[in-house]
Each structure stands twice: as structure tokens, then as C-alpha cells.
């Protein structure tokens, strides 16, 4: 059977892709990693990797106005909810145009415009991709800037990684996931047998964490909390195993601060020889992580 | 002038930069754009005097009228409506509703009605001489987008107003950067955050919104950011060396210029330079 662990935290830069890396490198039997983060995509950083395949990532279809055919009545405009027609006046009258990245794709303008002079066309918002690493296949993307449909990506994302996983024979997935409780955290979290909260010792670690807990628990996904650089402010733990408490989620562990860790990222040696300090607590709470999917 | 505090890694020091920038201007606002996860409030304490919901629209079958056509499931484009002909069933579900309006609009017999869902809360107060307003989006909403564009409305009447973006480089964020004058970019110096700051570059840069960089935690990592910073001739206003006591302020929610009083120069400075780089894009 194939479990799913997704890593979220809330608050960005608490630690999620180095550690996510270090557990599935290092302590994880036979991977499938996927970056659910698609708009600031991280975790490909993290190995050597080389690219599998590429493909393209049409979210949504968006409307086009044939200006041939358009009357210029402003139907389209005066209906659309989004914003997305901008308006050029020109001498006696006005032209219509659609911002694709502010189309959402309803079809509302389409069907209400009385020459038919829009129609709905495909629309890329970003690309996919499946790399190789040493240590099992990864899935990521990268959403092209300026674009809202990361919550779409994010799930073409996860199906890629379960179709390898089932391809493959390999019986865990591991999620990278986004920071924040939007769209793009749920479509990382849904239906996923354990989410892993890392947190920061610090007022905002702790809102974030208690804010994304409220998200997990609403999506009915049990969930763990590991206090990642402790030792920054110990006295922030007490109050962080409390707030997890209260969200229903047992603080399982914590890493201490690892100054090292962003040079040994830059060098390329953080899996292959992680800094002292992190190996033996990676693998303790990766243990103890096992021990908390459900059966 | 509306001064952007972004970064496309999150983390990196966005909140830390914007509290204290909002602390040395007399007179500034400071906006928390960063909906999902809003923190500036954590170290501005301020005291709230308003509180606005900001409300999203959902679409409801009124049973009463409704023929089972189902030309309502067939036009939306999220699949959020099912109608069930043989039972005499309409499912709304309201997550993946958008509000759009098509399911009102091709429905024969009038039985689509519009409703209101809470969708976040947007609050305002003071912090010393600072006006505070701050986006919240409900942990049970679907969508950050309604809450930050009811922040974004009708900025604070200023002279300097920071906004606190979220990480990324989203639309949200583009909606956030597109209202500034110019834009501080905060990142560290690791591979992570000089990739996502090439993406933040690429994004100000679309936008025309000129841009500068302060290093947090500058001797960690390696030397890759200021070599992109040198190539793009991006300037760096401020390099900040990691400081213990600075992350265990934060951790307590005290702002950087309540711990290292001795930077307040060196923010400053920053400051003025940020306004140099408006002034400049006004006069282009």
C-alpha cells in the first residue's frame, strides 16, 4: 500500500524542504518525491537531478475576443466578475480585451455575448516536470509568474507522483509542500495518510502552525509537529506543544539550530554528508513520524 | 509612496524588514498583505479599532423552482454544481464555487440565488503613530484572493504606506507588487532563496516596479546571490549577518529595531534609498 506523508509548516522558511530532502534521502525506503510548492519550487535544489520529462500545464481554458466580430457592446465587461476585460476607448467607442491571468475561465462572457465573438482557448499556466535523483524519482513544477491556478497544478502534481509510485512499486510518497492555508496547501494535504508540520521556536512559527493544524483538521488528515531549530528559543517549545495540543497534534520532536546546514546546501553535501548534529535526530524523528501513520 | 516588501522565498525576513521600515517613518501605514499567514500584528501589537469580514459570494439551487434541467452543472466550468434528475437532487459545493454567475445565468427557470460566505476579516488599528491594517483569511476558506483584495482596497492616506507581501510570486502577489511604488525584495543568501529571487526579479521587473535587495542572514550560504545581484545589477541596500539575539527577539515577537536599536541608521539608509528608486521611476 502506498502511504503519502505531506511536509507544510504555515510560515515559510522554517525548514520544510531541507528536512523533507534529508528524510527522503536518508531515512525513507524507496521514495517518490513530489514538490507541491509550484510556485516557488525548492526541493529539485536539494539533489542532483537529472530531467525525466516535461509537460506542459494547461489549468484552465480563457477567453479571447475576435475583435472582427466583437460589436463593442460591453456586455462581456459589464458581466464579468473577475475583472478580466480591459477596456481601450477609442474615439466614439471602446474596444474589449481579456487579461488571461485575471480570466478564471466561467464562460460566463462566451455564452453571453450577443455577436459570439468569444470564444474559450487553452490556457499554459506553467509546466510539470519528473526528474531522477539518486534517491527516487521527484515530481515538481514551476507555475508561470503572475498566475492563480496553483491549487490545479499542485494536484496534477500529486497524480503524477502517484502514478509513478504505482508504476514504480514504490510504497511512500513524500510531499514538499507550499507555506501558507490557501488553495495550494489543501491540494498538497488532500488525501494524504500523515501531515508534517515543521515549525520555528517563535510567535509567528507558532500562529502559522496553529493556523495551517485548523486546515489539516478540517481536511480529516491526522498530523504531527516537529520543532525544528530549537535551540534558536527553547523557551518557545512548552507554548508550540500546547498550541499543537489544542489543533489535536502531538509535538513529536524537535532539531536543534544547524548553522551549517545552508552552506552544506550550497556545496551540494547536505544528503550525502549532512552536518553533525542532524543525522542521528533525522532518523530518530523520521522513526517516530513511521510510528504515527495510521494503519 | 506604497513601498512592497516581497520575496518569492518565504522566511527570509519579509515581516522583520517591513515592521521596521513602518517604525522609522513618522506618519506610515503598515499593510499586511500576506493573508494565509499574517504576522506583522505579533510584533505591532496594535489596538484594533475596526474590524471588517470580507464575504464571498456562493451560488445556492432554489429547490422550489428548480426543473432539473441541469444546464447549470453542464456550464460550470469547476464542476462545483451536480443535479440529479431522477431524485430531484441540486449539490452545491461551495469550495469549488467561484461565484462567477454563468450557472444564474443559463439556468431557464431562475432558481440560481447568490449568498454570502465569510471569507476572512480584514482589521485596523494603531501602533504607536503607526495605522495598522491587516488580511486574515478564514482557515475555512477555499480562496486567499477576497481577503487580500478587500486589504488592498483604499490603501491608508499615508505618506508612507508598507506592504507586506505574501512569499511567491503568485497573481496575489502580483496584485500586491502592481500597487507599490517600488519593492524590497528580502533574501537569504542559500540556493533556495537566490532561486526564488530570481523569480521575484523576473516579477517586479514585468511589472515596472523598480526593485532593491536586502541579504538577511548574509553569512550564511554561499556567495550565489550577490553574484546574481552584481550580474543584474540589482542593487543591495543592506546586508543583515545572522544574529542570535535577533532570532530569539523574534521568537518573542520583538521587532529588529527593539533588539539591535544600532541598526536604525543602517534602516534608514535603506529607506531613503527605497524613495531615491521611486523618485527615479517617476521621473522616467
Known amino acids: 500500500m502506498t502511504r503519502q506523508i505531506a511536509v507544510v509548516s504555515g510560515k515559510g522558511g522554517t525548514g520544510k524542504t531541507s528536512l523533507a530532502a534529508l528524510w527522503g534521502a536518508r531515512n525513507a525506503k524507496r521514495p517518490v518525491f513530489v514538490d507541491a510548492d509550484v510556485d516557488a519550487s525548492n526541493l529539485p535544489l536539494a539533489f542532483r537531478h537529472t530531467l525525466r520529462e516535461r509537460h506542459r500545464f494547461i489549468g484552465r481554458e480563457v477567453a479571447v475576443v475576435d475583435q472582427a466580430v466583437c460589436t463593442e457592446c460591453g456586455v462581456c465587461t459589464d458581466l464579468c466578475r473577475f475583472g478580466a476585460f480591459i477596456t481601450r476607448e477609442n474615439g466614439d467607442g471602446a474596444s474589449y480585451e481579456v487579461d488571461p491571468l485575471a480570466c478564471e475561465g466561467c464562460t460566463l462572457c462566451s455564452l453571453a455575448c450577443p455577436s459570439h465573438a468569444i470564444s474559450m482557448v487553452p490556457h499554459e499556466s506553467g509546466d510539470w516536470f519528473v526528474s531522477d535523483t539518486p534517491y527516487g524519482p521527484l515530481v515538481h513544477a514551476q507555475l508561470s509568474i503572475a498566475e492563480g491556478n496553483s491549487g490545479k497544478l499542485g494536484t496534477q502534481v500529486r497524480r503524477a507522483g502517484e502514478d509513478l509510485a504505482e508504476e514504480e512499486n514504490r510504497d511512500l510518497i513524500l510531499i514538499d509542500g507550499p507555506p501558507g492555508i490557501g488553495c495550494q496547501t489543501i ?39 516537529i520543532l525544528n531549530k530549537v535551540d534558536l528559543a527553547p523557551a518557545q517549545e512548552d507554548p508550540i506543544r500546547l498550541a499543537a495540543a489544542q489543533h489535536g497534534a502531538d509535538l513529536v520532536g524537535t532539531v536543534p539550530f544547524v548553522p551549517e546546514l545552508p552552506r552544506a546546501l550550497a556545496m ?28 | 509612496m506604497n513601498l512592497c516588501v516581497a520575496s518569492g522565498k518565504g522566511g527570509t525576513g519579509k515581516t522583520t524588514l517591513a515592521v521596521s521600515l513602518a517604525q522609522i517613518a513618522p506618519d506610515s501605514a503598515y499593510v499586511d498583505c500576506d493573508v494565509e499567514a499574517p504576522n506583522g500584528h505579533l510584533f505591532l501589537r496594535p489596538s484594533i479599532t475596526r474590524k471588517s469580514e470580507v464575504t464571498r459570494v456562493v451560488v445556492a439551487v432554489d ?13 460550470c466550468a469547476y464542476h ?29 427557470d431562475n432558481a440560481i440565488r447568490e449568498e454570502e460566505r465569510p471569507a476572512g476579516v480584514v482589521t485596523e488599528g494603531y501602533s504607536d503613530g503607526i495605522a495598522t491594517r491587516a488580511g486574515c483569511m478564514n482557515v475555512d476558506a477555499p480562496h486567499a ?22 512569499p511567491g510570486v503568485t497573481g496575489r502577489v502580483v496584485d500586491t507588487v502592481r500597487r507599490s511604488d517600488v519593492c524590497l525584495l528580502v533574501t537569504e543568501p542559500t540556493p533556495f532563496g537566490r532561486h526564488d529571487l530570481e523569480l521575484a526579479l523576473m516579477m517586479t521587473r514585468h511589472l515596472g516596479v523598480p526593485s532593491a535587495l536586502v541579504i538577511n542572514r548574509s553569512d550564511i550560504g554561499d556567495e550565489s546571490v550577490r553574484d546574481f545581484c552584481r550580474a543584474e545589477k540589482v542593487p543591495v541596500l543592506l546586508e543583515i549577518p545572522f544574529d ?10 520583538r521587532t529588529l ?6 541598526l536604525r541608521g543602517a534602516i534608514g539608509n535603506v529607506l531613503e534609498r527605497l524613495r531615491a528608486l521611486a523618485r527615479g521611476k517617476g521621473e522616467r
Open chain 2, 145 to 166: 484572493h477576497p481577503t487580500l483584495k478587500a486589504t488592498l482596497e483604499d490603501l491608508p492616506d499615508r505618506p508612507l504606506v508598507i506592504i507586506d507581501a505574501e
Open chain 1, 268 to 295: 551540494g553535501t547536505l544528503i550525502e554528508s549532512p552536518p553533525p548534529g542532524l543525522v542521528s535526530a533525522m532518523s530518530v524523528l523520521w522513526a517516530r513520524i513511521w510510528s504515527h501513520l495510521p494503519d
Open chain 2, 63 to 75: 429547490l422550489d423552482k428548480c426543473t432539473w434541467c441541469g444546464k447549470c452543472m453542464d456550464a
Open chain 2, 244 to 253: 542570535r539575539r535577533i532570532a530569539a527577539g523574534y521568537a518573542d515577537g
Open chain 1, 187 to 225: 491540494a498538497a494535504l488532500t488525501g494524504v495518510d500523515l501531515a508534517v508540520v515543521v515549525t520555528e521556536p517563535s510567535a509567528s512559527g507558532r500562529h502559522d502552525m496553529a493556523r495551517v493544524l485548523a486546515v489539516i483538521a478540517r481536511l480529516g488528515v491526522p498530523a504531527v509537529v
Open chain 2, 80 to 108: 462545483a454544481i451536480v443535479i440529479a434528475h431522477a431524485t430531484k437532487r441540486a449539490l452545491v459545493f461551495e469550495d469549488l464555487c467561484t461565484g462567477c454567475g454563468v450557472c444564474g445565468f443559463v439556468c431557464p
Open chain 2, 257 to 262: 529595531l527593539e533588539v539591535r536599536p544600532d
